[in-house]
């Protein structure tokens, strides 16, 4: 998306630009974070455009990774994916009542969300954009993840959960992207959104060098106040919001490898460790946040189909 003149979450025109941070995964380049003054959205100003932007995701390196297991990090790696995947799929259940039913994984990546709760009964659509980690799914856990235009498809009203797990943040249209869930979604169908938390401990702690501004990839950095005006605006209602507590360990060890620190892994968990004392129960101060949402009736959604 080009540079927003007004918020993209909630349209007010009183915003200043931030910082330039730097893209540490692929190009070096440096972009210009812009932060909303009412309600504290950010986003990065003048990314590629969408046509271009593969150039600057490594998916074949991202892959390999997650599979990997040759250092200390690839071993906790490993655990915290089987913890958060039970955890992910336990959050499905209790916001939508069901133990199985109709689920559409967006940005599904390597599969191991969608694959986890197909092996748990629930019938999976995965939508993904990269043909590489399409591919990956498939042989791996033999999961057909369909590509981004085929969600124009799948029947209204026919879901009970849509999930995106880190994946609005690197849309370039995210209110079309809900459009088409509040489509999608059934009448009492849950929409369950995860994002980095721009107003985290970590990101103050962090500034500029937090790792999960990721840009030009991340082209929106949300906060709790954010993305409520967000939903409000799309025809949603968030519901609940639930800390991540484990990417506040991974964005720090991260943030302090993308500054070429030394003892990457222990700074990493002492710095989490002691952020994580120090905005305990503090929801606003996660890492990561899970929102919940629900079609709204007064929205301004509009079942057309
Ligand atoms: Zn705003």
Redesign the pocket.
């Known amino acids: 998306m080009s540079e927003s003149i007004?918020?993209?979450?909630?349209?007010?025109a009183?915003?200043a630009d931030l910082f330039h941070t730097k893209d540490h995964l692929v190009t070096g380049k440096e972009f210009l974070i812009r932060k909303?003054?009412?309600?504290?959205?950010g986003w990065t100003v003048d990314p590629p455009a969408e046509s271009d932007a593969g150039a600057y995701y490594v998916s074949e390196e991202y892959i390999s990774h997650t599979d990997r297991k040759q250092s200390i990090s690839d071993y906790l790696y490993h655990i915290a994916r089987g913890f958060m995947l039970r955890r992910k799929k336990r959050l499905v259940s209790s916001v939508t009542g069901k133990s199985t039913g109709a689920l559409v994984d967006i940005g599904s990546g390597t599969g191991y969300f969608a694959a986890f709760l197909k092996q748990k009964g629930w019938q999976v659509t995965a939508i993904e954009i990269s043909e590489a980690a399409r591919k990956y799914s498939e042989n791996q856990f033999g999961l057909k993840a369909i590509p981004p235009e085929g969600i124009k498809n799948l029947p209204s009203g026919s879901a009970d959960c849509i999930t995106f797990w880190h994946v609005l943040e690197h849309l370039y249209n995210p209110s079309e992207w809900m459009t088409e869930t509040g489509r999608i979604l059934s009448g009492n169908g849950k929409c369950i959104i995860a994002l980095p938390n721009f107003t985290s401990a970590d990101s103050e702690w962090f500034g500029k060098r937090w790792a999960a501004l990721d840009v030009p990839r991340h082209l929106w950095h949300f906060t709790p106040?954010?993305l409520r005006?967000f939903a409000g605006r799309n025809g949603f209602a968030c519901e609940q919001v639930v800390p991540l507590p484990l990417d506040l360990f991974y964005i720090s060890i991260l943030s302090y490898r993308n500054q070429g620190s030394s003892l990457t892994l222990i700074r990493g968990l002492l710095t989490g460790a002691f952020l994580a004392c120090r905005s305990l129960f503090r929801t606003e101060k996660a890492s990561s946040l899970v929102y919940v949402l629900s079609k709204s009736p007064s929205g301004t959604w509009n079942p057309k189909a």
């Open positions: 007004t918020c993209p979450a909630c349209g007010s009183d915003h909303c003054n009412a309600c504290g959205m106040e954010a005006h």
